[in-house]
């Protein structure tokens, strides 16, 4: 019942620039915690941002300075825009919602993954 669809992804040369969106129904923008998150071949996922229902951002040490998260002004959507890109920042990258709803237990939901491909 809970639809994440990722866009945005692509292939740019390193120092290029690439916006990702993640669509989700109003009522998951407001209540969830979004974030992406990455996973390149061999590797495990890593989280590269979050953003919390008050606007509490945060960031992987790798992107700090180069990748902003945001919410959309209708809350309907969620974006990565990625600045200075490198080659390591290929990956697989994934919309996540999640919130507690007990204190044994997150729910949270996954898109499907965009593809980043930064290379020369």
């Known amino acids: 019942q809970v639809q994440l669809v990722e866009s945005g992804g692509g292939r740019v040369q390193p120092g290029g620039s690439l916006t990702l969106s993640c669509v989700a129904s109003p009522l998951i923008l407001r209540e969830y915690t979004m974030g992406w998150y990455r996973q390149a071949p061999g590797k495990q996922r890593e989280m590269v941002a979050t953003?919390?229902?008050?606007?509490?951002?945060t960031y992987v040490d790798s992107v700090k300075g180069r990748f902003t998260i945001s919410r959309d002004r209708a809350k309907v959507a969620m974006f990565l825009k990625m600045n200075s890109l490198k080659p390591e920042d290929t990956a697989v990258y994934y919309c996540?919602?999640?919130?507690?709803?007990?204190?044994?237990?997150?729910?949270?939901?996954w898109g499907q993954g965009t593809q980043v491909t930064v290379s020369s």
């Open positions: 953003i919390t229902t008050d606007g509490t951002t």
């Open positions: 996540k919602a999640f919130r507690p709803v007990a204190t044994w237990e997150t729910r949270q939901f």
